[in-house]
């Protein structure tokens, strides 16, 4: 309990630094009324239902110092720009949770600008307006204490490509990093983003990123994160996404490692034949600790979602998948899809599987479905009485299960690099 | 090529073959056929290498070396095929995808240089011609939604890519019309030659009348209880399994 204690005091020291360094009023208010719903929310514990499986304070006790700042890294720009994709579009930096403009690329007539009080005194309807911090103690967190952050509003009838870097240094020590991230997709838009870690160091890390996602009329939005975390890094990986009528978003979600990775995914469709796709795959090994929990809330008629998690899991590593689907009085002639399928490749390996499914309305197609089980037998014989070692013939077929959670990533280049992330993990 | 001697396996401790003893040689052609539950299809899973099968006693000799040992693969490599009855649906994974590393992993095992890629979709097409194979089928999901006569077909593909030796056919007629057993029955014959064998197993004579056997063998309660040539096959088809059983209880009366 001590230390608990000492953690939330850190936490609390740590914000009213911050609070020390932000001039601008608006701004000290957004942060302590977010700072307020954290507090009331605490750091949650294994009797806090939504996190029941991946208790935040036990991972965090005695690993992160909140009260410490940042060491300024030696990282250089052109180390850092080794890692662009070559694929044309914008590419945006932040070291160490702090965006780096000069460092960035705008592609095009992207709008991009750095998040600061101007946002809260206008009609901004992103920043602060999408993540329901009241019941989410780390998008409160992120409200309160962000490093850095960026808002991007998209209104070309071009196709818009963004590709955000996220450098982590952890070589001068430990690295607290809670970046924000704005976008807006204006009517009739077409927007994909990918985000790409970069990690130097093997210092611990307490990463804290949120997204807040508007999508308006007819706009298609998608986002995809490969997440290949170290045995010493820590995350909470909010995004939150508001739908209007007729748009389209899909996101993407890649998992490998991480000591302790949260996902929060929050989709809610605002208004009427809304689609929404959530596609991920974790593929875990060590101690790794991977939890995808994710909410679509139809709010009105001729809605579609549709959700397909894969996961494989070996060593001592553990999954957790909790899928939430709302259907709202309102949301009628909706269909919706959810699939968690499972393959656990060792007895010590863990996962926790939970769909939950909230229906009021009468006229909907739902469906959900989850299955852990091993590889299958008579399969991995076949393969092998054709000649193939044991292990090629369990990584084709690991392989082969993965690949239908690559479909919605646009980018040919992250695909592919994802397919050889898992052929490198099935290797070893 | 192949010696069976006294071989006695078992699975779940139900015990299934019962000293059975076989010899093959390179150029034949063997029947295997037995009323349901004989062991015909255990016998062709021992000679893969099916791991969930426990051999407890006597010899299976491969081309001079004992290969209870191998592991399925190793077998494979060293040139046993089996067709499977039924042949496995494995999504996400294509004929080609997976037939090209298996190909290669086996052309490594024998020393030989990896076929790439214009090479190997060569003779693929060259053999897909031998069971009229059409390759979009290949490129599909591995017997996804395949018509039981194209997994068969698609088997017999794979034996020709990888030219066994050893071929063992595990009732490869079951489900088949009368073309699509003259289209794999052509394909076997096909690639028949001196220097390789196959064992045909079966539960009807239909498919001998294409696959016509050297050796026809009768296996009931886990032994062969009687051998013969084609001859015997007909015999079964008129007469059926009874009077075998009957020998066989009349000689252990």
């Not at chain 2, 255990?42 to 592991?71: H, K, P």
């Amino acid at each position: 309990m001590q230390s608990t204690i000492d953690f939330q005091d850190a936490l609390q020291a740590s914000y009213e630094a911050i609070q020390l360094a932000t001039g601008n009023e608006l701004m000290k208010e957004f942060r302590a009324k977010a700072f307020e719903n954290f507090q009331a929310q605490g750091v949650p514990t294994r009797k806090y239902e939504e996190y029941k499986f991946t208790p935040i304070d036990r991972f965090l006790k005695g690993k992160i110092d909140f009260l410490r700042i940042n060491e300024t890294t030696p990282i250089t720009q052109k180390e850092v720009e080794e890692h662009f994709y070559e694929i044309e579009g914008s590419h945006l930096v932040f070291v160490n949770g702090q965006f780096h403009a000069d460092w960035s690329r705008i592609h095009g007539d992207l709008s991009l600008h750095e998040i600061d009080e101007n946002f809260l005194s206008g009609d901004d309807q992103v920043l602060g307006q999408i993540a329901d911090y009241e019941h989410d103690p780390f998008a409160a967190l992120n409200h309160a204490c962000f490093t850095s952050g960026i808002s991007i509003k998209v209104a070309s009838k071009e196709k818009t490509s963004v590709f955000i870097y996220h450098v982590i240094d952890s070589r001068q020590g430990q690295v607290i990093s809670q970046p924000k991230v704005c976008l807006e997709a204006f009517a009739n838009t077409q927007v994909a983003i990918a985000e790409r870690l970069v990690l130097i160091g093997d210092n611990t890390l307490f990463h804290n990123p949120l997204t807040e996602v508007l999508v308006h009329e007819n706009a298609q939005v998608n986002l995809t994160k490969v997440q290949a975390y170290g045995e010493s890094h820590f995350v909470i990986d909010g995004v939150n996404v508001n739908q209007k009528r007729y748009s389209n978003f899909t996101a993407n979600t890649m998992s490998f490692s991480g000591k302790l990775v949260r996902n929060n995914l929050n989709i809610a469709q605002l208004d009427e034949n809304c689609e929404s796709h959530m596609n991920g795959l974790y593929l875990l090994g060590g101690t790794s600790h991977v939890d995808n929990h994710t909410a679509v809330d139809h709010k009105m008629p001729n809605a579609y979602s549709n959700e397909m998690y894969k996961g494989i899991v070996t060593e001592k590593s553990t999954g957790v998948f909790n899928g939430k689907i709302y259907v709202r009085p309102g949301a009628q002639q909706t269909n919706a899809f959810q699939s968690n399928n499972n393959i656990s490749l060792s007895d010590n390996a863990t996962i926790h599987t939970k769909p939950q499914l909230e229906i009021w309305a009468d006229d909907v197609k739902c469906s959900h479905g989850c299955t852990i089980g091993q590889l299958d037998e008579d399969a991995l014989f076949y393969l092998r009485a054709r000649g193939l070692d044991e292990l090629t013939a369990k990584a084709i077929m690991l392989n082969a299960f993965a690949q239908d959670a690559l479909t919605g990533i646009p980018f040919e280049v992250i695909s592919k690099e994802v397919t050889e992330e898992i052929a490198n993990r099935l290797a070893q | 090529m192949l010696k069976i001697k006294n071989l006695k396996a078992s699975i779940e401790d139900k015990q299934i073959l019962n000293g059975l003893n076989l010899e093959v040689n390179a150029g034949e052609v063997h029947a295997i056929m037995g009323p349901n539950g004989s062991g015909k299809s255990t016998l062709a899973s021992v000679l893969a290498g099916r791991e969930d099968y426990e051999v407890q006693e006597g010899s299976i000799e491969y081309q001079g070396e004992d290969i209870l040992e191998l592991a399925p693969e190793e077998r494979a490599r060293e040139g046993i095929f089996l067709a499977f009855q039924y042949p496995i649906e494995i999504p996400g994974v294509s004929t080609t995808n997976f037939l090209k590393t298996a190909i290669n992993q086996i052309r490594e095992h024998r020393g030989e240089k990896a076929l790439d890629a214009v090479s190997f979709l060569k003779l693929m097409k060259e053999k897909m011609k031998l069971v009229e194979m059409d390759q979009a089928l290949l490129s599909r999901s591995l017997n996804e939604g395949f018509s039981g006569g194209e997994k068969k077909r698609n088997e017999i593909f794979q034996m020709a890519m990888l030219e066994p030796k050893l071929a063992i056919l595990d009732e490869t007629d079951s489900g088949l019309d009368i073309d699509a057993l003259k289209i794999v029955a052509n394909g076997v014959n096909a690639l028949k030659a001196d220097d390789n064998a196959t064992i045909v197993v079966t539960h009807y004579q239909r498919l001998l009348d294409y696959i016509v056997p050297d050796f026809v063998h009768v296996l009931y309660n886990g032994r062969i209880v009687k051998s013969g040539d084609k001859n015997l096959a007909l015999e079964l088809e008129e007469k059926g399994y009874d009077w075998i059983k009957e020998e066989v209880s009349g000689e252990l009366v």
